[in-house]
């Protein structure tokens, strides 16, 4: 079995020195490699994606990555900037199903925005269509605008789509996710605005018929992003496309307060996967030890799960972190009175003792 | 002064009969003209949005809308749906510049799913373009896919597209705005991703140097997304596109925990407008005299400050509103122990009272 080791930029390293740490502690003989992604890679070889890294990813049964992005590149060139790398793996791979869990941990509700109630115990699956949609769409660019206020005008464009074949793989994806937990879904789409969305909503329709033990549900974004808001816990599954998952499920994650604690799993039609902490780089906070590895060791575990078939390990790991947090260790991010703080490496060893 | 009122569907005409008792108390002469709007004028025109009052639309300097959509309407086809209504009226009087706030009344701040001080005090408001982006981009509809993961398969695309000027005038329009608040605006963008909003970032970025007293932040809608849940009050003046702005318009306002109390206004460059409560239709509870009419009243008094210029009468009814919260008196949405429960039309007499 072999893993791409893809740490990235900012808080990259860090985070991933912890999970490959804890991944070695188990003992599984997996094969690990690692290579620059993102700014990294850019200042290395002058492209956030290397032809070497993508063969390494291409090659590997799952990616274990950290994070891309820093300040210092905001000024490249689109092509070039750390988040392509993301894009162009996702791209490269067909990594089309995205899962973002959004779990309060009990020990961490505190941490959250929202009142107690609403958080405790909440457990929503985001499943986040990951190559279509307005992300790759063509045409895209500039022009002279045609129709429109005001026809003459310089525009720019991006084209939204969605093919059949793209919604029912990924309907399927959340109905056999939801058949494995609450028995729920809720598609979120757009369709009293956008074609896509409506046709969107139409498959996701026709695939449910082959699940009748699975409820659907169907929203619109806009009422989505509130109900997220004041009713976390009336969610199950929640699929939807690229750009409306981008958005919800960082708003969801958000809801937990524990942000740092979330992993997540990109997969393809093979089972090959990305794994990564569903947080950023954090470049401000990059280098001194302090950020919460726990979302990337989380990550190692769902890539044990779906693309290594070690449900075992996996296990191991999640219950490993949940002594950790039952033991009151704290990195800064979730710390709070009565815990005890420590750094990234001393919760990365502690959850390697607690294994 | 000619205002055109539409009532529409569900709660619509139970609280914007309250509006216009309001504004009848303040003898204003105001001419006010009546027209079915939505799913009622489907039901007696076969239309949602009939010649006949789009034609007193536009003559009106103003339009005092209730809302639209009822589950009945569900199934006819999308141009007779009844939110075709709105999307027509803001096409047909170009109202492009749509006001959300998002304000957190100080007796109220118990309802919202936030900790109380993440939202006491909370003054956001949300500056949505209205008539571009996806939701009017040609071309829109199915085909065959040419490119893609599945090229000949069925798809469904929209166009997603923003010229220049249309972003220079809502850009102005938002630091306008900031200038009479906290000189702060955060654009809201996908720049990393798409086209069209790195345009979007361009142009601001353009028309900021003739605000250097303004403060220009730029923001990725994921990331906003995160932001309002985590530290709302960061916000002083939102500025996004039609697409985003829909999604955390609602977010924003969910945030507050009593969408109830919160207007909006949809404007053209002429400062004729469109006025309406945030929340919708809520046809589960039409017809029971228990819906909350103040985020109407108060877009009544948007639409006096607005498109009316009776900055003073504006005053008046927030005031008076304001003076009905301090009396304890609450419709059953914003209900809590220790205060009176009213219904809808003892609200609205409540406020005339307190003129
Ligand atoms: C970095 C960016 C391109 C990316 C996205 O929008 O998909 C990120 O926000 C994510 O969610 O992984
Ligand atoms: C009803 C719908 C078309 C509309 C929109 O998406 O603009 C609504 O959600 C709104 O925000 O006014």
Redesign the interface.
């Known amino acids: 079995m072999k893993i791409a080791v893809l740490p990235g930029d900012g808080i990259g390293t860090e985070i991933v020195a912890e999970a490959v740490k804890v991944l070695d502690a188990l003992d599984l003989n997996l094969e690990m490699e690692s290579a620059l992604v993102g700014g990294a890679a850019f200042d290395a070889h002058g492209h956030p994606l290397p032809e070497s890294t993508l063969k390494l990813a291409k090659e590997a049964d799952a990616i274990l990555f950290g994070a891309v992005g820093d300040w210092k590149y905001d000024k490249l060139d ?1 092509p070039l ?1 750390p ?1 392509q790398a993301i ?1 162009g793996l996702r791209k490269s791979l ?1 990594l ?1 199903a995205n899962f973002r869990p959004a779990i309060c941990y009990e020990q961490l509700v505190g941490a959250s ?3 107690p109630e ?1 958080v405790a115990g909440l457990d929503i699956l985001i499943i986040r269509e990951l ?2 949609d ?5 045409p ?3 022009r002279t ?1 045609v ?4 026809p003459g ?14 919604i029912e793989r990924i309907a399927r994806v959340a109905f056999d996710a939801a058949r494995k937990r609450n028995k729920k879904v809720t598609s979120v789409d ?1 369709a ?5 969305f ?3 909503k139409d498959v996701v329709t026709e695939v449910h018929k082959d699940y009748p033990d699975v409820e659907l549900q169907h929203m619109y ?3 989505a ?2 109900q ?3 009713a976390p816990k009336s969610f199950d599954v929640i699929v939807t496309g690229n ?2 998952g ?6 969801a ?3 937990t307060g524990s ?1 740092g604690m979330l992993p997540s799993a990109s997969l393809n039609d093979r089972k090959q996967g990305l794994y990564e902490p569903s947080h950023g780089s954090a470049p401000d906070i990059a280098g001194k030890g302090i950020a919460n590895p726990l979302a990337t060791i989380l990550s190692a575990a769902m890539m044990l799960r779906f693309s290594l078939g070690q449900e075992a390990a996996a296990d191991r790991i999640e219950d490993a972190v949940k002594k950790v947090l039952a033991q009151g260790l704290r990195t800064p991010d979730i710390y709070s009175e009565g815990t005890t703080k420590v750094s990234t490496r001393e919760m990365g060893d502690a959850v390697v003792k607690a294994l």
């Open positions: 689109r900037r988040e894009l067909g089309f925005s929202l009142k609403l190559t279509g307005i992300y790759f769409g063509q895209r660019g500039k605008a129709d429109g206020h005001f005008a310089e525009e720019a464009f991006d084209t939204m789509r969605y093919s059949k074949p793209e757009k009293n605005v956008l074609e896509t409506q046709f969107w974004v806009d009422n992003a509130m997220l808001v004041k750009m409306f981008d958005i919800l499920s960082d708003e994650s958000m809801l942000i």
